[in-house]
């Protein structure tokens, strides 16, 4: 549809200014200027109203794009569209309030079906072992020793390029588990002494570049790993033997459960942030109470001549010993920027991931059992 059909389209004749065609006439004649077949063609013309701002509200109403929403193809008149004689600002879509997440709760960092299944199975080993065969244990000390070692000389080569001799350090760090077993606290030193030398010597065979650092570390290796498990062979020999063992091994277990449980659940201020950050004030609490409680019990129920507040003094040793123990451990890992020993106990890490606190809590459990109750 062309613009004749908007305005003055009427055809010529009679001053004819309404709809088309005349309400009052009758049919149009016929001519050369109308005929059936262009009726036939043509469609109805739109009624066009008389107010001369028709065509101005139909703009408006069909929103200033210059065409009929009726026909989409019809041009308006030209001039000036309604978008821009009254430009519109742009529509902002509403954005929904975020939804605040709901607090994720604590996780322990490992495996703790792992650990419990690998722990449980460690303590039946160790408990049987114990009460049955003093000298299966003391094999048990003695693997646990070596493995330890291989561990902790594994890692010190892969981070540090430090050599440290694990021949001779293995067959000095069993040897002094067995010394300390048979002859006691002055055989556990003989042993460790000739352990040290023979590492002097065994690394001579190989070039002086690092020799300083490697027999350093060996040294260093010998005395944290085998000596200091050698007091847990030296308590094996009291006539409660195995009940003083077992002391230590329930305090210390109990300490580290007690330390992971509250500060897991209310630990809020960091103990050491630099060396573990893991470890808070609130766990260092949890520690002590647990460690006391479990010792008053073991003094007053395992220890022949032990009374209950011993027991406390014993578990609050304990508890100091074993946190300063785990992290002198987490340093060293620290400074060898790894996070486990090994991976030899799912849920654990290695061996000496469950010797850290283990090892410096011996040598001081075994002094307070002597002061308390005597060697036996």
Not at 103 to 131: E, T
Not at 303 to 328: E, K, M, R, Y
Request: hydrophobic residues 45%; aromatic residues 8%.
């Amino acid at each position: 549809m062309n613009d004749s059909s908007w305005g003055a389209g009427a055809p010529h004749g009679a001053g004819y200014a309404g709809a088309w065609p005349p309400p009052d006439q009758g049919p149009l004649p016929a001519g050369p200027a109308y005929d059936g077949h262009d009726a036939q063609q043509t469609r109805p013309m739109p009624i066009v109203p008389e107010f001369p701002d028709a065509g101005r509200d139909a703009e408006n109403r069909n929103g200033g794009d210059g065409r009929d929403d009726r026909d989409p193809g019809a041009a308006r008149p030209n001039g000036p569209s309604f978008r821009e004689e009254m430009p519109q600002e742009p529509m902002h879509t509403p954005q929904p309030a975020p939804v605040p997440e709901p607090p994720q709760k604590k996780r322990a960092g490992r495996d703790l079906r792992a650990a419990i299944g690998v722990g449980a199975g460690l303590g039946a080993v160790i408990v049987v072992s114990l009460f049955f065969v003093k000298a299966v244990f003391v094999g048990v000390i003695a693997v646990a020793v070596v493995v330890g070692l291989w561990e902790l000389t594994s890692r010190l080569e892969e981070r540090k390029q430090i050599k440290a001799p694990l021949v001779p350090l293995a067959v000095g760090g069993a040897a002094m588990v067995v010394a300390g077993y048979v002859r006691g606290a002055e055989g556990a030193w003989v042993a460790m002494a000739l352990t040290a030398l023979a590492v002097l010597v065994w690394r001579m065979t190989e070039p002086p570049e690092g020799y300083l650092k490697d027999v350093t570390a060996a040294v260093f290796a010998g005395f944290y790993v085998p000596f200091l498990a050698t007091f847990v062979s030296i308590m094996l020999t009291a006539d409660d033997g195995p009940e003083r063992v077992l002391t230590f091994l329930l305090l210390t277990v109990v300490s580290d459960t007690g330390a992971y449980a509250v500060g897991w659940r209310f630990g809020k201020h960091k103990l050491a942030p630099r060396i573990s950050p893991g470890k808070t004030r609130e766990g260092l609490l949890g520690a002590v109470a647990f460690a006391m409680a479990a010792g008053a019990l073991c003094m007053q129920f395992l220890i022949d001549g032990g009374t209950w507040w011993q027991g406390l003094l014993l578990g609050l040793a304990v508890a100091v010993s074993a946190t300063l123990g785990d992290l002198g451990e987490s340093m060293i890992k620290r400074d060898l920027g790894i996070k486990d020993m090994g991976t030899l106990l799912p849920g654990h890490g290695g061996i000496m991931d469950r010797l850290d606190s283990l090892l410096p809590t011996a040598p001081v459990v075994w002094l307070l059992l002597v002061l308390f109750v005597g060697s036996g």
